[in-house]
């Protein structure tokens, strides 16, 4: 099976997640656990408190019992996997760890949340972790989520906590508000199943929300050498019939693609990881010419290709492209 580290970090900060209680943190702060930039050490640093780390830290415990940390995803979904990082805790990291989760409708407070009301179920039993590493779990199937508690025993330093699974969109409220939907972005249960390259960006960029920050934050593939094309595939959050697309490369200013074009089939159940085979691929956008640094909106340019469940974007030869949107009514 794919590493489940593939599929979208739920807790995300950029997603919306947060610490949003933790029973201490002495040394360092809760909401270092949520940071999308990768921890870092500073030799040499120190606060009021003690040693400046890039994680959440507690104090020594003296007494019984464990500390504990209440994240809320930014997107509520289907926990398939954990990774706990204990990166630069050598010496202070916790000796094992465990998670619970829930799904708490509203916004419910910490109170709420670490009060006799919430019904928290076990993830992840009580784990032994390794210090200075990412220590990675798969986790029990469990209900959409919206909550996580991370448990570490007694006590110590977390640098960051990621937690991988499938989004659970609340599709009646998105049927409500009407009009189009984004059925490629990641709130809505988007994923990047496949690409040919991502040498210099991941695939998952693609379908973050906003426009790209800068080049780092879209899908980009190294030069290519030899024929062939690079592509990437989107199992949309839902099936749909795709009426407006938008292909936008932002930032890519010399390494944007020449041309695109996009294609979609129906096929449930099916991973569709490679660009050829079987499939009964139909041509959503014919091969269409790229600007640099442009957000490109596709109407009147798609053929009607039917109901969809994947998506596959062509691009040629190689380059960047920062987003792909895939609008749909319900």
């Given at each position: 099976m794919e590493d489940f580290r593939t599929l979208v970090d739920l807790a995300s900060e950029r997603l919306g997640g947060s610490v949003i209680a933790a029973n201490d943190e002495f040394f360092a702060a809760k909401e270092n656990l949520v940071r999308d930039a990768s921890p870092v050490f500073r030799e040499g640093e120190y606060t009021e408190r003690g040693k400046w780390m890039d994680g959440w830290e507690t104090r020594r415990r003296r007494e019984p019992g464990h500390d504990w940390a209440v994240v809320r995803l930014g997107l509520p979904g289907h926990l398939e996997g954990v990774v706990v990082d204990t990166a630069h805790f050598k010496?202070?990291?916790?000796?094992?760890?465990?998670?619970?989760?829930?799904?708490?409708?509203?916004?419910?407070?910490?109170?709420q949340l670490t009060g006799p009301g919430t019904s928290w179920t076990e993830v992840l039993p009580?784990?032994?972790?390794?210090?200075?590493?990412?220590?990675?779990?798969?986790?029990?199937?469990?209900?959409?989520?919206?909550?996580?508690?991370?448990?570490?025993?007694?006590?110590?330093?977390?640098?960051?906590?990621?937690?991988?699974?499938?989004?659970?969109?609340?599709?009646?409220?998105?049927?409500?508000?009407?009009?189009?939907?984004?059925?490629?972005?990641?709130?809505?249960?988007?994923?990047?199943?496949?690409?040919?390259d991502?040498?210099?960006?991941?695939?998952?960029?693609?379908?973050?929300?906003?426009?790209?920050?800068?080049?780092?934050?879209?899908?980009?593939?190294?030069?290519?050498?030899?024929?062939?094309?690079?592509?990437?595939?989107?199992?949309?959050?839902?099936?749909?019939?795709?009426?407006?697309?938008?292909?936008?490369?932002?930032?890519?200013?010399?390494?944007?693609?020449?041309?695109?074009?996009?294609?979609?089939?129906?096929?449930?159940?099916?991973?569709?990881?490679?660009?050829?085979?079987?499939?009964?691929?139909?041509?959503?956008?014919?091969?269409?010419?790229?600007?640099p640094n442009t957000l490109h909106r596709f109407e009147e340019e798609l053929a009607d290709a039917g109901v969809a469940t994947h998506v596959r974007l062509s691009i040629f030869p190689d380059g960047g492209v920062s987003r792909l949107r895939l609008f749909s009514r319900l």
């Open positions: 010496g202070n990291f916790p000796e094992s760890c465990s998670i619970e989760a829930c799904e708490a409708l509203g916004h419910p407070d910490a109170a009580r784990t032994p972790l390794q210090g200075d590493c990412e220590n990675a779990f798969a986790v029990r199937p469990v209900h959409r989520s919206t909550h996580l508690r991370l448990n570490i025993f007694p006590d110590g330093g977390v640098a960051r906590l990621r937690t991988f699974g499938l989004v659970a969109p609340d599709w009646e409220r998105l049927a409500r508000a009407g009009g189009l939907v984004d059925l490629a972005a990641v709130e809505n249960g988007g994923l990047v199943v496949a690409a040919s991502m040498f210099f960006g991941s695939r998952q960029n693609l379908i973050l929300p906003g426009r790209g920050r800068d080049m780092s934050d879209g899908w980009e593939t190294r030069r290519r050498r030899g024929p062939g094309n690079d592509w990437a595939i989107v199992r949309l959050g839902r099936e749909g019939a795709i009426r407006s697309v938008e292909v936008d490369t932002l930032h890519y200013k010399g390494n944007a693609p020449g041309s695109c074009s996009i294609e979609a089939i129906r096929a449930e159940g099916e991973r569709l990881e490679a660009p050829g085979g079987s499939a009964a691929w139909r041509e959503l956008l014919p091969r269409s010419p790229l600007q």
